[in-house]
């Protein structure tokens, strides 16, 4: 399964920002992960496929929305209030576990990843 993430663009503190990864198939999770320069990949949030379970880290909890068009076979990453430490690359990925994990080895394919960038 290929996915492909979109949607990154440069934004002012306080703005907001859809991001998109779009799959060739079905798939059973799907995880948001970011990198800033100089820092390790982290866990942003990430949704089963067919289910209602949602899973966010607790820095985005209130900000960020994951949702999904399983018709489109894509998930979307709805950023709110956006602040300059949510500069980063943002990649989406897909698991074969059960449930949501947060760790990048717990995720076995990538999107190349969008930037996102935002101005204070």
């Known amino acids: 399964v290929q996915l492909q993430a979109s949607g990154g663009g440069l934004v002012q503190a306080g703005g907001s920002l859809r991001l998109s990864c779009v799959a060739s198939g079905r798939i059973f999770i799907m995880g948001w992960f970011r990198q800033a320069p100089g820092k390790e990949r982290e866990f942003v949030g990430g949704t089963s496929w067919g289910g209602a379970d949602t899973r966010y880290a607790d820095f985005v909890k209130g900000r960020f929305t994951i949702s999904r068009d399983n018709a489109k076979n894509t998930v979307y990453l709805q950023m709110n209030n956006l602040k300059p430490e949510d500069t980063a690359v943002y990649y989406c990925?897909?698991?074969?576990?059960?449930?949501?994990?947060?760790?990048?080895?717990?995720?076995?394919?990538w999107g190349q990843g969008t930037q996102v960038t935002v101005s204070s």
């Open positions: 990925a897909a698991s074969n576990y059960a449930y949501i994990p947060a760790l990048t080895t717990q995720y076995n394919n």
